[in-house]
């Protein structure tokens, strides 16, 4: 992660020059601004936009081109056709977008601000414990100035992991998490062109591939109306439960030198949240890593059917997407260090076959049923024996049928940060 004082950057994305009095002048003019301004939050989301906006700015955000949009189009249009055999519902997409990266940032923040506002709390109330209590009363209202010097320091780091993602991402869903507006399928020609380059494959190839993935991304949570809201529940779930350091923060609060700007960029926040093993947490980290999981595995399964013998390199990209969703990249490490939340399908595999395994044993339609209710879907410990899970649904429609979908968190669940009009 670039060594950026509070996630602050000069023009061109490069921290002040301490020699430089008009650089160290423009620097404490933002750092007195900042801490001058009133907070509204934990993190400081303003500040997150201008830091992400600045790394793009130094290591380039290509503007989409009129052929670009028109390729992305095209490749999402065909991709809805080759879905269609594949998957029981119809299209998903209302609307095909190509985005720069700023515009996936710009078009997701609202998804981040909800995942993210609860563990920014944590970290900015152990900050102010810090103070012992007996001083508190002297400080008064400098106490809110703890608060923004949180704020601010959670939103500059977390500006430059959504700037590093934002560098990698392929599309709006493809971390597995519905981060963009419900029924906006958008593709991110710049990233597609350099990820296809690292495989060795043509960029077409690897655009309609990542289109089919959009696509079936976008089917399965247009029309399974609760996921959207179970998937970043389910995050957010998790999140709730993640233990704040505090000596990690103490030890980085003490490196800095109120007199010494430079010695602010000795503040790095990864490392200030640790696990909880307690049997509520461990549980809300295994629905989490199940749903993710789940989700994912589909995506798969349904591409690699609706590709079939269409892409001569389907194998080699079903595997590196695989691999790639997996592991997760560098700047998915760097979110994970920072918020303590790990965004990659640890059972990816698991979850394609027992997916498959459903596709033999019930069809296209008695696969997707399964989607029908949260309590339909497999287990953590139905992928250890897909078959004996696709085999015991034989009679779902019946389960089905037994069902009362209006109970709470069946139906139609508003997910955080959606908004009520729909159209």
Not at 59 to 65: E, I, K, L, N, T
Not at 221 to 226: G, N, R, S
Request: glycine share 8%; with cysteine.
């Amino acid at each position: 992660m670039p060594d950026i004082p509070f996630g602050f950057a000069l023009p061109g994305g490069q921290p002040p020059d301490p020699n430089d009095p008009a650089q160290m002048q423009q620097f404490m003019s933002q750092l007195q601004h900042l801490l001058s301004a009133p907070g509204s939050g934990p993190v400081n989301w303003d500040l997150a936009r201008q830091v992400a906006a600045s790394q793009l700015a130094a290591a380039g955000d290509p503007a989409v081109s009129p052929f670009e949009r028109n390729a992305v189009e095209e490749a999402l249009r065909i991709a809805d056709l080759w879905l269609e055999p594949a998957t029981s519902w119809p299209t998903g997409i209302r609307t095909s977008v190509a985005w720069n990266r700023n515009e996936w940032i710009f078009k997701t923040l609202d998804v981040w601000r909800k995942l993210c506002d609860p563990v920014a709390s944590r970290m900015v109330g152990a900050m102010g414990d810090l103070v012992p209590p007996e001083a508190r009363a002297q400080l008064g209202p400098m106490q809110s100035m703890v608060a923004t010097l949180g704020g601010a320091l959670f939103g500059g780091q977390l500006g430059q992991a959504l700037g590093s993602l934002a560098a990698e991402v392929l599309s709006a869903g493809d971390i597995g998490l519905p981060l963009g507006p419900a029924g906006t399928a958008a593709l991110v020609p710049a990233n597609i062109r350099a990820y296809g380059e690292g495989l060795e494959l043509p960029e077409d190839e690897v655009r309609l591939y990542v289109a089919l993935r959009e696509a079936a991304h976008q089917r399965l949570f247009q029309h399974v109306p609760w996921l959207r809201g179970h998937v970043l529940t389910a995050v957010e779930n998790y999140a709730a439960g993640i233990r704040v350091n505090r000596e990690a923060i103490e030890e980085a609060m003490g490196r800095v030198d109120p007199t010494d700007p430079e010695s602010m960029q000795a503040i790095a926040l990864e490392g200030i949240f640790t696990p909880e093993d307690t049997p509520a947490q461990k549980a809300s980290l295994a629905r989490l890593e199940t749903v993710l999981a789940l989700v994912e595995g589909w995506v798969c399964h349904v591409v690699d059917s609706a590709a079939g013998d269409r892409l001569p390199n389907v194998v080699r990209l079903g595997e590196a997407f695989r691999r790639r969703r997996a592991a997760g990249g560098p700047a998915e490490q760097t979110f994970a260090a920072l918020v303590g939340l790990e965004l990659r399908p640890r059972r990816l595999r698991e979850a394609t076959v027992l997916w498959s395994a459903l596709t033999e044993h019930r069809g296209i339609a008695g696969r997707d049923a399964v989607w029908g209710h949260p309590d339909l879907l497999p287990s953590d410990e139905d992928f250890a024996n897909p078959e004996a899970f696709a085999a015991t649904t034989s009679d779902l429609d019946e389960e089905l049928a037994n069902f009362d979908f209006t109970a709470p968190g069946a139906p139609e669940e508003q997910a955080p940060g959606e908004d009520d009009d729909k159209s």
